[in-house]
Each structure stands twice: as structure tokens, then as C-alpha cells.
């Protein structure tokens, strides 16, 4: 699995849009972006992933560069709930087989302030 | 339809004690994880299993052992407990499209 790398802690005010920056150099070309979040020591929640396109669903919006080195997760109205630790992943798909060995990192702690 | 369960949600053992930690599945997914979360760090995958009969070691194995008893459950075994292993573990089940259904997590204190 290629490595990620996320910043450890980022804040955003409420209301604002908070944007989780990404970086996954070594990605290979059949590996997913995956964003996962945990709150306040919860099991790890699923938000969002992707492949090459920009993804939105009704937490958030997933952009990928072009070169899919880097992405961003965005959530567009962050709210005190939203308060917790980010996770980005790169996994492969094993079309539907189910069998995949994950590895999170540390993640990014975002903090929302009122 | 309840996800994924662990029991028990909080347990305290001593030194050399044994127990395991129970995780079953309610969403007829194949494969299934056991991860232990410390302090300040991220998941460490502990075991996972693909399918129903087959387990394989992740990250951090050492002093623990698995079991798949059906496609339902997964256990975690303790078989000597150290104050190393005090830690918060989760077990997580694959879904469609390989996202990730994670419990609610055992907190287990070694004394």
C-alpha cells in the first residue's frame, strides 16, 4: 500500500468550509483514496473515496489532482460535530472479493472552532 | 441490522490473565480486521481474516491469536495478558466498494 501523509492537526471555524489536505506520492495506478474520521475515540467512521474523479456525497467532497498525488477532503460547512481525527488512506480494490490488508496513519486532528 | 458488536465494551485484567475479546458482524461481509489503537497513534492492525477459515498476522501479532469461528465472528485472543497490551481494540468488517464498518471498541486495562 503506498504511504500517506496528513498534517497533524489543522482548525477551522464553524460554518467555514474545512479542507484536509492529502499527499500520496507513491500511489499506483489502482489504488483508492479513502478518507475515514474518528470521533473522540469512537471506531473510525467512513466518509468518502475515489479514484481519478472528484467525489461528493452528503458529508463531503473528495478532490484528487490530476497526477493523484495529493487530494483534499473538504467538508463545506464545518460544524463543532465534525471535531475529530482524519484519516486518509490509499487501498486497492479488489473487485468486490473483499480481501484487503489496510493500514492507517496517524491523521489529521481537526479542530472546529465556534 | 446492529453493524459490527464487541464484547465486552471496557475489561480490566491482571498480569498473565487470559480473555478474548468477541466481534461478530451482521452485514454477511467476508473478510474482517482486529486493530489496536494506544494513545496518540494511529491503527495498528493486529490479525485479519479474508474469508471464513483463514487468518493472517498484520502489523503487531505478537502475544495474541485469532479465531474465525463462522463468517459472523472474529475473536481476539489474550492468552497471557501484559501491561503492553493495554490498549483500545477495534474489530472492522469489509463492505461493498472495500469501505471499512468499524465497532465500537474494547477498552482493555492491564494492571
Known amino acids: 500500500d503506498a504511504k500517506t501523509t496528513q498534517p497533524p492537526s489543522m482548525d477551522c471555524a464553524e460554518g467555514r468550509a474545512a479542507n484536509l489536505p492529502c499527499n500520496h506520492s507513491t500511489i499506483s495506478g489502482n489504488e483508492y483514496v479513502y478518507w475515514y474520521r474518528q470521533i473522540h475515540s469512537q471506531g473510525p467512521q467512513y466518509i468518502i473515496h475515489g479514484l481519478k474523479n472528484n467525489e461528493t456525497n452528503e458529508m463531503a467532497s473528495l478532490i484528487i489532482t490530476e497526477d493523484r498525488k495529493s487530494s483534499t477532503l473538504i467538508l463545506p460547512h464545518a460544524t463543532l460535530r465534525d471535531t475529530a481525527v482524519y484519516y486518509c488512506?490509499?487501498?486497492?480494490?479488489?473487485?468486490?472479493?473483499?480481501?484487503?490488508?489496510?493500514?492507517f496513519g496517524t491523521g489529521t486532528k481537526l479542530q472546529v472552532i465556534p | 441490522n446492529a453493524g459490527v458488536t464487541q464484547t465486552p465494551k471496557f475489561q480490566v485484567l491482571k498480569t498473565g490473565q487470559s480473555m478474548t475479546l468477541q466481534c461478530a458482524q451482521d452485514m454477511n461481509h467476508n473478510s474482517m480486521y482486529w486493530y489496536r489503537q494506544d494513545p496518540g497513534m494511529g491503527l495498528r492492525l493486529i490479525y485479519y481474516?479474508?474469508?471464513?477459515?483463514?487468518?493472517d498476522k498484520g502489523e503487531v501479532p505478537n502475544g495474541y491469536n485469532v479465531s474465525r469461528l463462522n463468517k459472523r465472528e472474529f475473536s481476539l485472543r489474550l492468552e497471557s495478558a501484559a501491561p503492553s497490551q493495554t490498549s483500545v481494540y477495534f474489530c472492522?468488517?469489509?463492505?461493498?466498494?472495500?469501505?471499512?464498518?468499524f465497532g465500537p471498541g474494547t477498552r482493555l486495562l492491564v494492571l
Open positions: 472492522a468488517s469489509n463492505g461493498e466498494v472495500e469501505t471499512q464498518y
Open positions: 488512506i490509499v487501498r486497492v480494490v479488489f473487485g468486490g472479493r473483499g480481501y484487503q490488508k489496510v493500514t
Open positions: 481474516s479474508a474469508s471464513e477459515g483463514t487468518t
